[in-house]
């Protein structure tokens, strides 16, 4: 097996088991080390393990890759990782609109997303850091973020057309996180709570109303902003008026996001039910912070299907061109 395959390959099955993001990192650093290495240092074993960058478990899988071997470490995570889910829903999909980059919380920089992008066969992805209110995760000023635009549009190609986003944070009283004529220049724009989750739920619905109203939003993204499962531990969802949310939502043609991380599953069943009633378009979008975590979409598709959400109706199965028709 070829040793950067069998450390990439290890890389994104810990990124879609959301394992830490260092050990995972440490094993794409290696790959690009290794790939970097003059063929007589790679020959080396002494010199390749003193190589920075090749750490104890890496120069193992790397050995083991070199020795004609499947690495026992991957044999053990293609064991452990869930595999991906397949549905008829999920082959239909095009493209994800919620995507981080190591601009703000994620791991890698926009190429390797891309090339992830690439390989699923996307028509389309919006990368979506952060805004500048949600400073643990490194959100972007308008100097940043008008940095980052031309640097995700040139990675468009080979079928793939990188999508400008933002996921702006939806302030106390429903404000965007960002300015107003920036996020005109944007393809993709997701609001999203991610402060005082658990307001009074007349003020977070006259908060969401505000934003989902304005004319920039395209996706309202993890509405409840709850946890379910993982490392994080749980978290409650935030309530509020979902019917006068998602009527709002209908009317302004705001798509209700499906997040697809296994830890959020938001919504909740019950809210997808309202805004399908509702009439709301939705969009099935992985919140990616590191490229293994794309193909996490199967999860988003499933909950999807079995809510009975038409494929008609979510955004990210329409074309490249139907979808930008919607967004402008």
């Known amino acids: 097996m070829d040793p950067v395959d069998a450390l990439l390959e290890i890389a994104s099955l810990l990124e879609r088991e959301r394992a830490s993001r260092y050990r995972a990192k440490a094993f794409r650093q290696a790959a690009a080390t290794l790939k970097a290495l003059p063929q007589d240092v790679v020959d080396d074993p002494t ?45 239909k999909l095009r493209g994800d609109l919620h995507a981080h980059t190591e601009w703000s919380d994620g791991t890698t920089p926009i190429s390797v997303m891309a090339d992830a992008a690439r390989a699923l ?36 190609r080979g079928g793939l057309t990188m999508l400008t986003g933002i996921e702006v944070d939806i302030l106390e009283d429903g404000a965007l996180d960002q300015d107003a004529a920036l996020l005109d220049e944007l393809d993709i724009v997701v609001a999203s709570v991610h402060s005082k989750l658990r307001m009074e ?63 959020r599953q938001d919504p909740p069943d019950d ?40 494929a008609e109706r979510i955004v990210t199965t329409w074309g490249l061109e139907r979808l930008k028709a919607w967004t402008e």
Not at 51 to 71: D, L, M, N, Y
Not at 137 to 149: D, I, M, N, V
């Open 201 to 263: 739920a007349r003020e977070m619905t006259a908060r969401m109303l505000n934003a989902v109203s304005q004319p920039h939003v395209n996706v309202l993204g993890h509405c409840t902003g709850r946890l379910v499962q993982g490392e994080r531990g749980t978290r409650p969802q935030s309530q509020f008026d979902a019917h006068a949310v998602f009527d709002a939502c209908a009317e302004h043609g705001v798509a209700v996001e499906i997040n697809s991380r296994p830890e």
């Open 47 to 91: 010199r390749l393990r003193a190589a920075k960058g090749i750490g104890e478990s890496t120069f193992a899988v790397i050995r083991q890759a070199q020795g004609g071997e499947v690495p026992d470490y991957l044999v053990d995570l293609r064991g452990d990782v869930a595999p991906e889910r397949t549905s008829a829903l999920r082959a």
């Open 121 to 156: 066969g996307h028509e389309y992805l919006a990368i979506t850091d952060h805004s500048p209110r949600l400073r643990v995760a490194r959100g972007l000023s308008a100097e940043r973020l008008r940095e980052q635009l031309p640097q995700v549009r040139a990675e468009s």
């Open 271 to 310: 809210l997808i039910a309202i805004a399908l009633d509702a009439g709301c378009l939705f969009s099935i979008d992985s919140d990616a912070h590191a490229p293994g975590q794309l193909s996490l979409l199967d999860y988003g598709a499933e909950r999807a299907e079995n809510a009975g959400v038409p």
